[in-house]
């Protein structure tokens, strides 16, 4: 704002990018901390957001750095959530973890609190 206000021009390119960082940076610390917080050492990343090849690499980095095994879809996969959502029930399901049908999307459910009941 100061830079427009001063008729001075703003790199949009470097406003995108500082933008994207920022939101990468908050993306890899808090599954960093979710991990430690769960002792979880397997570390996916799944939905729309799979196709950003900045949090792919960050992501990455940070497993390595951690000590995570990190995984990721294929291209393919990364631009559709249903398929990713289907082949998730898939393993979910081999494994013998089932919810009833009552389930229902909570997008805010603090880390830690899902439990999954086995052979249900």
Excluded at 28 to 40: I, M, R, S, Y
Excluded at 46 to 54: R, Y
Aim: with cysteine.
């Amino acid at each position: 704002n100061s830079k427009s206000q001063k008729g001075e021009d703003i790199n949009k390119a470097d406003v995108a990018a500082s933008f994207q960082k920022a939101i990468v940076d908050v993306l890899v610390e808090k599954t960093k901390d979710a991990a430690h917080t769960l002792g979880e050492t397997k570390i996916t990343i799944a939905g729309g957001v799979s196709a950003n090849q900045g949090l792919q690499v960050a992501l990455e980095h940070m497993c390595n750095e951690e000590g995570f095994t990190y995984y990721k879809p294929g291209k393919i996969l990364a631009t559709d959530n249903a398929a990713m959502i289907g082949c998730r029930a898939y393993y979910m399901a081999q494994a013998g973890k089932f919810c009833d049908l009552h389930l229902n999307a909570k997008p805010s459910v603090p880390i830690g609190t899902v439990a999954w009941v086995e052979g249900n």
